[in-house]
């Protein structure tokens, strides 16, 4: 597997309270993606990075926003946490493809919030 | 938009029977991956099609890329528990400059030992 290391792995946080997760990761691939996984709804992506100071939105990217100042490390923000952004967040990264990659993704192993 | 639909959402097997399940597309797509989930896992990558009839086989995982790229099938021979998971197809579609890759929301697969 890609080392891919997402942090943190479990937070608990209230309505309203700005939130930050990252993902690291060590295969120097150009490509990260963040997805939010709920049930019913399967794997949506919120923002993703084809380099380093380039994102752009995905599909469900209202309140979210992202930054890569480093190959290695793409964070995700909520500005102002709410209970319909409590979910299981992936990174995930990709070496080839094009804008929007459709090459193959490395997941990391997931980031569970609950929004309080 | 564009979607995938996948079928069946749930299937419980008994060990040792088979299972498929099935991407479908409204529109031709580039390319079908499939990743694997086990319970409380991350997406993991099983493989990716491209070729229109594309059958591709992986011990006892058969794919296929229909004629038309508008459909996909995973096949697994003789399950087993190590099988138990959520399996995932993602449509690669043309959007423009970009490619989008689109999810169907997986099929969850239980195997009774």
């Known amino acids: 597997d890609a080392g891919i290391t997402q942090s943190p792995r479990h937070k608990v946080t209230e309505t309203g309270t700005p939130v930050t997760l990252r993902c690291h990761q060590t295969e120097n691939h150009r490509y990260m993606y963040w997805y939010r996984q709920d049930p019913g709804h399967g794997l949506r992506l919120i923002h993703y990075?084809?380099?380093?100071?380039?994102?752009d939105k995905g599909e469900v990217s209202d309140g979210y926003s992202v930054s890569r100042s480093k190959t290695e490390d793409f964070l995700l923000t909520l500005e102002s946490a709410t209970s319909s952004q409590t979910s299981v967040y992936f990174c995930a990264t990709a070496s080839t493809g094009e804008r929007i990659n459709t090459g193959e993704l490395f997941f990391g192993e997931g980031s569970r919030l609950t929004v309080l | 938009g564009q979607q995938v639909m996948q079928i069946p959402q749930y299937q419980h097997v008994q060990e040792g029977e088979d299972f498929t399940t099935y991407c479908n597309s409204s529109t031709t797509l580039s390319n079908i991956q499939w990743y694997k989930q086990r319970p409380g896992g991350h997406p993991v990558f099983l493989i990716q099609?491209?070729?229109s009839g594309e059958v591709k086989k992986q011990k006892r995982l058969t794919f296929q890329f229909g004629e038309a790229k508008k459909n996909s099938s995973l096949h697994i021979t003789a399950t087993q528990t190590t099988d138990v998971g959520t399996y995932f197809c993602?449509?690669?579609?043309?959007?423009?400059?970009?490619?989008?890759?689109?999810w169907g929301l997986g099929t969850s697969l239980a195997v009774n030992p």
């Open positions: 990075s084809y380099g380093v100071k380039d994102t």
């Open positions: 993602a449509g690669g579609f043309n959007a423009g400059n970009n490619r989008k890759l689109i």
């Open positions: 099609l491209v070729k």
